[in-house]
């Protein structure tokens, strides 16, 4: 049968000090700032000479939500830690540090104070102490997700793999465990919540799987990112070298190379001085490119278009209207609102050239607006 875990006689009533930013689970030894204004009297409260000495025990529960400075009972989640603080540090920025180990397990129940710091009613609530065939399969299958983990963050503590392996208590390799793993707050929080260790161990299972396989993905897209990395430095050395072998044999326009191609049509293109210098600067930063940069293929691509265009070629006009509306006919059906109105044009301009006397008009350039597909 599961029973809970003997403890020791505690008192009912207790100093509440919320925190934000950790949960500290019994059998932890935590270093907590502290810096509200409440949590500073409470401090101060404890360390007051008495004449009767008395631990200096606290109910350390973590608030819901990080954000709010000045918390309420309600802002607080229901399950906490009572906890001994062993040393107190003041520092010079009115904050403190403190040390402080969990011992049990705790409900809050109800607010008895809330000045000048929060004091309430507990209840220690103590995991079940549960050590079936279930609850252990469970610690192995734990420790094994553990050992993968730490192959993958180097930066965990040395002895924790060895403390877990060695753990006969699930519910403190459960505390043990989920303290160090890098998680949330309130996934954190939702281990102290249950009391079966069979559910706390089934939870940190869990959490346990979604770290390793985030940290596998990041791994493996940070190996695709160095290979990728690599064979690119791995190209461009020995792309540098070959050049540098043509060099050296006296063949550094080597005809078959991509570069020597692009430039040689750039010369028969017949480019203006302006384009001209635009292409060679462009070419220029290609040859220094290695093939697999990003910016490969857009300089690639404008070289080709620069080759294609026209330069230094022209027609003669023609200015046979008969054979423009054969040729409109042929090519486009319907559309004669548009056939009409190009025809027009072209016997203006037809029209201006006679009188002029000239073979060739400068003149406006007739556009053709419309969406995709319609036959411009």
Request: net charge negative; hydrophobic share 40%; aromatic share 6%.
């Amino acid at each position: 049968m599961a029973e809970h875990a003997e403890h020791a006689s505690w008192p009912e009533e207790v100093a509440i000090l919320p925190v934000r930013d950790t949960v500290v689970y019994p059998g932890a030894i935590v270093p907590i700032s502290v810096g509200r204004e409440k949590s500073m009297r409470l401090l101060q409260d404890l360390q007051e000479p008495r004449e009767v000495p008395r631990d200096k025990l606290v109910a350390i529960v973590t608030q819901r939500d990080i954000e709010i400075e000045e918390v309420s009972f309600g802002d607080l989640y229901e399950f906490g830690t009572l906890a001994k603080i062993h040393h107190v540090l003041q520092l010079p920025n009115q904050t403190a540090k403190i040390i402080l180990q969990g011992l049990e397990r705790i409900r809050l129940i109800h607010p008895t104070q809330e000045e000048p710091f929060f004091r309430g009613k507990i209840e220690i609530a103590p995991d079940f102490d549960v050590r079936d065939h279930q609850v252990e399969g469970l610690m192995r299958a734990v420790t094994q997700q553990l050992r993968r983990y730490a192959e993958l963050i180097p930066g965990l503590p040395e002895d924790l793999l060895a403390l877990a392996l060695n753990s006969q208590d699930p519910n403190r390799l459960a505390y043990l465990v989920g303290f160090n793993l890098n998680l949330k707050l309130a996934d954190r929080q939702s281990i102290l919540d249950v009391d079966h260790p069979y559910l706390k161990l089934g939870k940190l299972s869990q959490l346990l799987g979604h770290e390793i396989e985030i940290q596998e993905l990041g791994q493996k897209i940070q190996n695709d990112v160095q290979d990728s990395l690599g064979k690119s430095q791995r190209d461009y050395y020995l792309r540098e070298q070959l050049r540098a072998i043509h060099k050296e044999l006296g063949e550094e326009e080597d005809p078959l190379t991509e570069v020597t191609v692009l430039r040689k049509k750039l010369e028969e293109a017949q480019l203006p001085e302006e384009a001209k210098n635009e292409a060679e600067r462009e070419l220029c930063r290609l040859e220094k490119l290695p093939f697999g940069s990003a910016e490969h293929p857009v300089i690639r691509h404008y070289l080709d278009w620069l080759v294609a265009l026209p330069w230094g070629k022209s027609t003669n006009d023609s200015r046979d209207l008969v054979r423009a509306k054969t040729i409109l006919d042929e090519d486009h059906f319907d559309l004669t609102e548009v056939k009409e109105r190009i025809l027009e044009y072209l016997a203006v301009y037809k029209l201006k050239a006679e009188r002029s006397g000239e073979s060739s008009l400068k003149g406006p350039i007739l556009c053709l607006v419309g969406p995709p597909g319609v036959g411009k």
